[in-house]
């Protein structure tokens, strides 16, 4: 994390430069602090990006979950234990209207 990092060295000097480690300290906490509300506004689970095998578009998953619908199409997404974005079902390629007209 290079808030903390940055604290320490604004920590180390307070005591060889006193106005610039005092100001890096605080603004170092800032950062910290900043950083630490965040992740607790967001949820403390972590989301990564899965592809969408069926239209590619991207969607923000939660990184303990195995399944999707996917964001822009809706259709079911399944994550394979590489965290390999696969179809739940098979792709039905027929058209829409040729399905209607056949009926
Ligand atoms: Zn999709």
């Given at each position: 994390?290079?808030?903390g990092?940055?604290?320490l060295v604004?920590?180390?000097l307070i005591f060889i430069i006193p106005p610039i480690?005092?100001?890096?300290?605080?603004?170092s906490a800032l950062a910290v602090?900043?950083?630490?509300?965040?992740v607790s506004i967001l949820g403390k689970e972590k989301t990564r990006q899965i592809f969408c095998?069926?239209?590619s578009s991207k969607n923000d998953v939660y990184v303990s979950r195995t399944n999707l619908d996917c964001d822009i199409c809706r259709r079911p997404v399944l994550i394979d234990q590489n965290g390999e974005a696969v179809m739940a079902q098979a792709l039905?390629?027929?058209?829409q209207h040729n399905k209607?007209?056949?009926?």
């Open positions: 994390m290079y808030g990092g940055a604290f604004g920590l180390v480690g005092i100001f890096l300290a605080i603004l602090l900043a950083a630490i509300v965040g095998p069926y239209c039905d390629l027929t058209p209607k007209a056949g009926e």
